[in-house]
């Protein structure tokens, strides 16, 4: 679909990603005319000529006491400021400019996102249906994609890595070496679970597995030890 989803830790969000794509564009260009118009501003004519400005001014001041001098500082610092002024209005207008930039980037921030959901969860999302289910630390969300709502919480051991639904179960496996399946009860999405390591016996096969590959990291799902 045009639907994407996007985790970064602090918060989960919904966006178009035809839409938001062309935000992105629109963001991209702001953001190096942005870049462009304030490397123009730090070597503009204008800061020279406001340094010599406050130079005169300083001068005049020096031989205030002094008709003759400070008639001539008076006449060059008239000088300084007529060619400074026009600088001015030049630097004014880039600025002006820049906040343009700025006020229009602001707007096209939001351009493609439908919605957003505080949250820590993204160690892995999948979508399901109309539900978009988050792995994070000993836990797992599940999202209504249509009101942004978490409409289930469902606790396992270690950082939930891995997810897959299929017929209306979820499967979660955590970086602890725990698989964990949740499926449908009375009526509600992923409303039960089990761990599938679960008892003694499972663990035995686990171990010998393990001692006759040699095999030390990574996951193994055992469909029948039969």
Known sequence: GDMGYMANGT????IDR???????????????????????LRKHPALAEAKKLQAAESAARKV?????AFAKAQAELAAI???YEPLRLQYK???????????DL????????RWTLESPHQSALILAGNYLIAGGKDEV??????????TAKLA??????GLAVSDGHLVVSTTKGRVHVFGEKAGQLLGGGISIISDLHDVQAAEAILKQTGVKKGFCLVLDDD
């Not at 918060?11 to 919904?14: C, F």
């Not at 969300?141 to 978490?150: F, L």
């Not at 396992?156 to 890595?161: C, D, I, K, N, S």
């Open 81 to 83: 400021a007529a060619k």
């Open 156 to 161: 396992v051991e270690g950082e939930a890595r």
């Open 11 to 14: 918060k989960i969000t919904a």
């Open 64 to 68: 205030k006491d002094d008709p003759a």
């Open 141 to 150: 969300i599940v999202i209504d994609t249509e009101t942004s709502k978490i």
């Open 93 to 103: 207008a880039k600025q002006d400019e820049v906040a343009q930039h700025k006020a």
């Open 106 to 113: 602001a707007k096209a921030e939001d351009v493609g996102v």
């Open 18 to 40: 035809m839409k938001h794509a062309e935000g992105t564009r629109i963001r991209h260009a702001h953001e190096m005319a942005i870049a462009k118009i304030t490397g123009d």
